[in-house]
């Protein structure tokens, strides 16, 4: 005889419903010492000798980025876990999923308008202050871990390929599904490339953030940012990095 228990067993819903969800973790950019590991951060001699110049500039930019990052007073925000996947028409979260490529920037502000607020919060395309933040917030994290402000500001600026899902070799390599390669409770890291608004409304245009599975981490680490136009393009290797 047929039972019924494989039909009325709760599902693990994609959708986000609560702020203490595990698949979020909070961004408070307003917390004493957020950004002073960054901005506090000074090459050493030695360091200066090892870097070649173009690295030393893009720290350099990095760490006036983030002092204007800092200078924004940014409210605290939090961010998914895992890339966006699409299911069922439904954008939401969890792991194993194809993550959601393949729609363009307008699309991706239209979704997220669209999208239940989770505890009066709404969801929003991240802008990159915010995705910049997210950067100083993994930093953080890494000196946890053991790392030095030098390490990690290399492994988020400089080089990202122990950080992100990067092509290690000449062999094809794919998509990862959502919740791949886990860094401080953090996933999908450089799976794909982030749609990212822009913090000034009147700049026309968007921001495609970090890298993709398809390059490598040294050519297109965490912090790379890239301007684009065409707001209704489809990108077949990019999914919206949203916010609460």
């Known amino acids: 005889m047929f039972g019924f228990e494989n039909y009325t067993k709760t599902v693990d819903s994609i959708t986000i419903t609560s702020l203490k969800s595990k698949r979020l973790v909070r961004i408070n950019p307003q917390k004493d010492g957020f950004f002073d590991a960054v901005i506090n951060f000074k090459l050493t001699k030695k360091c200066n000798e090892f870097y070649y110049e173009e690295d030393k500039k893009d720290l350099k930019e990095f760490i006036e980025a983030i002092s204007e990052v800092k200078a924004a007073k940014l409210e605290p925000f939090y961010k998914p876990i895992y890339d966006p996947s699409e299911v069922c028409n439904t954008i939401g979260f969890k792991k194993n999923k194809e993550p959601a490529v393949g729609h363009s920037y307008w699309w991706w502000t239209k979704v997220a ?10 969801w929003h395309l ?4 915010q995705y910049y933040a997210f950067l100083v917030w993994l930093i953080n994290q890494l000196l946890k871990d053991g790392k030095s402000v030098e390490e990690a500001l290399y492994d988020v600026v400089i080089d990202s390929t122990e950080l992100g899902l990067y092509r290690y070799t000449k062999d094809e390599v794919e998509i990862q599904p959502t919740g791949s390669r ?5 996933y999908d890291l450089a799976n794909v490339y982030k749609i990212l608004a822009c913090s000034n409304e009147e700049t026309e245009g968007f921001l495609i953030a970090g890298g993709s599975y398809f390059n490598y981490g040294v ?23 949203l916010v609460l």
Do not use: I, W
């Not at 886990?182 to 953090?186: M, P, T």
């Open 126 to 129: 991240a802008t990159e202050y």
């Open 182 to 186: 886990g860094v401080r409770g953090v």
């Open 113 to 122: 308008s669209l999208m239940p607020a989770v505890e009066g919060k709404h």
């Open 219 to 241: 050519c297109f680490p965490l912090a790379t940012l890239q301007s684009c136009m065409d707001e209704f393009c489809k990108h077949n290797d990019c999914v919206g990095l």
